[in-house]
């Protein structure tokens, strides 16, 4: 390999730096959703409502996405949706009308489903080329950005800084670190074909019983993930908490997210991806039903670190296991765990937001540490025997490793 090569060829770094940008994007508005509830007179159910545009510009784009990523490649597409995903950040604060700030959430949805779909594909080119596990890490590094957005979001609710002002800085962000960074991706149109254990080809996608399983666990893992995310600012908020530190509540889940991936690939490694699946849940389950059971912003923060640290290991699992069930081309797995969970987030806003008008936040909450239990419980179905099979070597490892 030349030095010229050695330069400029794919890097794990450049990789890197789409999964931190992207992370900066929702946290950087979620955690201020109770001044803009306030300034446009929103009940909780019509928050919900207004949140559905989130997931709905999501789901729309997710599959002229994965055909755009399998015609022009995976690196273009998150070139453009980052640059589309930093131009319409700001939209989420300047919105003067419930319905405007429905449509802005749709298009900022679109461009980080993009974004996320197709850095994931080229972080999978990435590891085929390198032999080298590292999506537990890279989602750890989406965590980074999230928390980074979170906390520029505490600090900026906290000093008087206009939503606005702080999204059009994050935007510039996330679109300048991609566009600096683009030369490092993975180039080209990366194949999706998957082998056969007897090593013919793989055959179209079947609604296989274990895909469906691993389908239905992905819609409640979104909203495991999802209401802690959406919620926590409102609920802390609503236990007297101040806007600064109520914001702090999406930065505690994401502090836990980050802890939890940072340890994910050795863990898997160590215990297998059912054990860490179980566990993960488990600690879901307990931090959400600490937070309910003890009625106090203290409480309710640190569980929402244990949920966090709990969540991390789900989404990194479940790619994982699409890309290795036997007769599943692993774009074609991958892409219906990416449906499966704009299916999810789009439904939880609605649930929690209807739960949260009928019974009260605090326990909407308790029903979200249900989901975890039950996937806790059904996480050998989740992750089959099938999806535990090593990752081959690569047949090609010439690739800058650092």
Do not use: K
Request: proline share 6%.
């Amino acid at each position: 390999m030349s030095e010229r090569r050695e330069r400029t060829g794919p890097t794990v770094r450049a990789v890197a730096v789409a999964f931190v940008a992207n992370g900066l994007g929702g946290p950087s508005f979620l955690p201020r959703l109770p001044e803009r509830q306030a300034s446009l007179g929103l009940s909780d159910a019509g928050l919900g409502l207004v949140l559905v545009g989130l997931a709905g510009g999501a789901m729309l784009a997710s599959p002229v996405a994965g055909r755009l990523v399998g015609r022009v490649g995976s690196r273009t597409v998150v070139v453009v949706a980052a640059l589309a995903l930093g131009a319409s950040l700001w939209l989420a604060g300047a919105a003067p009308s419930p319905l405007l700030l429905a449509a802005a959430l749709a298009l900022i949805g679109a461009a980080d489903a993009a974004m996320d779909i197709a850095m994931n594909a080229n972080a999978g080119a990435y590891e085929a080329l390198s032999g080298r596990s590292v999506m537990h890490r890279l989602h750890g590094l989406w965590s980074v950005g999230a928390l980074a957005g979170a906390g520029a979001a505490a600090l900026a609710a906290g000093v008087g800084v206009p939503l606005t002002a702080q999204l059009a800085l994050t935007g510039a962000v996330i679109a300048v670190a991609v566009w600096i960074t683009r030369g490092g991706l993975v180039p080209g149109v990366q194949a999706t074909a998957a082998a056969t254990p007897d090593g013919g080809p793989a055959p179209m996608l079947t609604w296989a019983g274990p895909l469906v399983v691993l389908a239905a666990a992905t819609v409640g893992g979104a909203v495991v993930e999802g209401a802690p995310t959406d919620w926590s600012a409102l609920r802390l908020e609503r236990m007297g908490a101040g806007p600064g530190v109520a914001a702090l509540g999406v930065a505690a889940f994401m502090a836990g997210m980050l802890a939890g991936r940072a340890a994910g690939d050795h863990l898997t490694e160590r215990f297998g991806g059912r054990a860490v699946l179980r566990g993960g849940m488990a600690l879901v389950a307990a931090g959400l039903g600490l937070g309910v059971v003890v009625d106090h912003p203290v409480a309710f923060t640190a569980g929402l670190v244990v949920a966090g640290a709990g969540a991390s290991g789900f989404f990194p699992l479940a790619f994982s296991a699409a890309a290795r069930l036997p007769g599943v081309a692993p774009g074609a797995g991958a892409a219906t765990v990416s449906l499966a969970a704009r299916l999810g987030f789009l439904a939880e806003p609605l649930a929690m937001g209807g739960l949260a008008e009928t019974a009260g936040l605090r326990w909407a909450f308790l029903a979200v540490a249900g989901v975890a239990a039950t996937l806790a419980l059904a996480a050998a179905r989740i992750v089959p025997a099938a999806a535990l099979a090593p990752v081959p070597e690569a047949s090609v490892a010439d690739v800058r490793s650092c």
